[in-house]
């Protein structure tokens, strides 16, 4: 039987990626799985009040209030690509209220010079024309995003944050999107992270069930 004890003490936080959203099929997997345990799944849309202003500043701020407005509570924060990059960040600036981090393909080379998915061209361009065209896979469109958000988030870097709360990581092999070896690379010199390789792609869909199994025993909530 689940252990109801849990859910009185603690808040799970989920973080959506790029262009995605709080109802992404990961995201309900896990609020289902957790829901069992009478363990709500705090979804914030980062979305809002408008994707084209969207910036990593805003998201920290977003989350920052909400893990505040939780107190005094232990957070987990549960990241997905770019939303795990901000777990990182957010655990570092918010160390004394985060108690423990699960990361699924998170985008941590990001900032990294050479390393950004948009080529330098179209970086050129964005620049340029000021916005950009971006597929929102959350609302099933293309929609505009400013060169501000380009401008903000290359100034994070999350092999930089001092984050030293238990983390666990699941990482495709076939992800085409964040290289493992960027992963393995993160995760490599912090004792406090434990990495999973799967052989899946970024969005890790058909990882779900073992990923749910290694989470339900990291959060304490098995048998």
């Known amino acids: 039987m689940p252990d109801a004890s849990v859910a009185r003490s603690s808040k799970v936080i989920y973080l959506h990626g790029f262009a995605s959203s709080p109802g992404s099929t990961k995201a309900s997997y896990l609020a289902e799985r957790l829901k069992a345990y009478g363990l709500g799944l705090e979804r914030p849309d980062f979305n809002e009040p408008d994707f084209a202003t969207l ?26 690509s770019l939303g795990g990059v901000l777990a990182i960040l ?11 981090l699960v990361l699924l393909a998170p985008a941590v ?11 330098p061209e179209r970086i050129e361009q964005w620049g340029r024309e000021g916005a950009t065209r971006v597929f929102h896979y959350g609302y099933g469109e293309e929609r505009f995003l400013n060169f501000a958000f380009y401008e903000d988030t290359i100034r994070y870097d999350a092999f930089a944050a001092v984050c030293s709360q238990p983390t666990l990581i699941f990482q495709g092999l076939r ?16 004792p406090n992270v434990a990495l999973s390789l799967l052989d899946d792609d970024h969005q890790l869909t ?9 989470m339900e025993a990291f959060l304490g909530l098995g048998a």
Not at 90 to 100: G, P
């Open 175 to 190: 992800d085409s999107s964040v290289d493992y070896r960027a992963v393995e690379q993160f995760a490599g010199d912090r």
């Open 55 to 80: 910036t990593m500043s805003r998201m920290l701020a977003d989350l920052e209030r909400r893990v505040e407005a939780l107190a005094p509570a232990p957070v987990t924060l549960v990241g997905s």
């Open 109 to 119: 080379m990001f900032a990294r010079p050479g390393h950004h998915l948009i080529t």
């Open 90 to 100: 957010a655990a570092d600036r918010l160390a004394a209220r985060i108690d423990r």
């Open 206 to 214: 058909a990882s779900l069930p073992l990923i749910w199994r290694g």
